[in-house]
């Protein structure tokens, strides 16, 4: 694709088994993702729906909830994972993530183990572990990076967040690094479209322009992220799929195109992004704009940290949520 010339790389925010063997192979072999990635929500949704999991879980029936889950989700990201081999192989990306238990987000020993243990049992090395942009996640992340596991820091919403995601993703790194290892990799999630979700209708009554707050705020993190120049650390964008008709389904994908970024997204959003075709060249407001967006918005008083704290919490407690229905379900 047009984007991959200027080193922007789309991966699928998608998991469902018959896909991993059927469509997802052809999105690989045309070039078009390379890459994919999990969370709690996902997962829950596939399980619910799809028949594909019906047997493993009949199979399963007698142990726990999440010991069931567990098998489920590590067969389903070993299957991604190689068949993502090729593209990790040649050095280009290359990952399927999957995320912690959310409920653990708050411990970070419990988090690494948990981290650690998923990451042994899927077996493969092109696997990252999705920790959230927490305190407690933050030692987390660079203890997995400094054992040569690669790290998605995940519900990233501020630059504060962002900030010391690659502090810790750097040290990490130079540890790792430091005991000879060759190739370990993080990416910073930065949710997007959930501040216009959140803030669009209060915008609008203001006569503020809507769906601008989550690019604006991307490209303020992608642009601190890019100028660490740390090659092994990259922006993913994220929460990228539009909810309602008034946008066009590929808007944050086709607004967020940047060097060395990876925009992360549903399938429908990367068959729109496919139809349309991606720009080869970088689209982000200028700096310029991104400061005077932000300043208009504090003298419209809108308190950004109030929004990142918001945004953060209700983050982690909609993956619970997910994660709580999904093993309820796998227990009756």
């Given at each position: 694709m047009e984007a991959h010339s200027i080193g922007y790389s789309l991966w699928l925010d998608?998991?469902?088994?018959?896909?991993?063997?059927?469509?997802?192979?052809?999105?690989?072999?045309?070039?078009?993702?390379?890459?994919?990635?999990?969370?709690?929500?996902?997962?829950?949704?596939?399980?619910a729906t799809s028949p594909a999991y019906r047997s493993q879980i009949d199979a399963l029936r007698g142990a726990s909830p999440k010991t069931i889950y567990e098998a489920l989700a590590i067969e389903d990201i070993r299957t991604a994972a190689r068949e993502l081999r090729t593209a990790y192989d040649r050095g280009h990306e290359g990952f399927i993530s999957i995320e912690v238990d959310p409920f653990l987000s708050k411990d970070t020993e419990a988090t690494l183990q948990e981290a650690r243990r998923l990451f042994k049992a899927i077996g493969e090395p092109n696997v990252m572990i999705k920790v959230p942009a927490t305190e407690a996640g933050y030692p987390v992340m660079q203890a997995l990076l400094s054992d040569g596991i690669s790290v998605n820091a995940t519900l990233v919403f501020s630059p504060d967040q962002a900030?010391?995601?690659?502090?810790?993703?750097?040290?990490?790194?130079?540890?790792?690094?430091?005991?000879?290892?060759?190739?370990?990799?993080?990416?910073?999630?930065?949710?997007?479209?959930?501040?216009?979700?959140m803030l669009d209708p209060l915008l609008i009554r203001k006569g503020l322009p809507a769906a601008r707050t989550g690019i604006m705020n991307a490209t303020r993190i992608y642009r601190m992220i890019a100028s660490n120049h740390t090659p092994s650390i990259q922006t993913l964008f994220a929460s990228t799929g539009v909810k309602g008709e008034d946008l066009p389904a590929d808007y944050y994908v086709q607004n967020l195109c940047a060097p060395h970024a990876i925009n992360t997204a549903p399938l429908a959003t990367i068959e729109a992004a496919v139809a349309h075709t991606l720009p080869n060249e970088t689209r982000l407001p200028s700096p310029e704009a991104v400061d005077a967006y932000f300043s208009r918005l504090a003298s419209a008083g809108i308190d950004m940290d109030a929004v990142y704290a918001q945004l953060l919490e209700e983050g982690i407690t909609a993956f619970e949520e997910a994660f709580a229905q999904m093993l309820e379900r796998l227990e009756s």
């Open positions: 998608f998991i469902e088994r018959d896909f991993l063997r059927e469509g997802f192979p052809a999105l690989l072999n045309d070039g078009v993702v390379n890459g994919a990635t999990s969370n709690p929500s996902i997962f829950a949704n596939a399980i900030q010391r995601c690659l502090k810790a993703m750097k040290t990490g790194i130079d540890e790792f690094g430091n005991t000879g290892g060759e190739r370990v990799e993080a990416v910073v999630s930065v949710f997007v479209s959930r501040f216009d979700r």
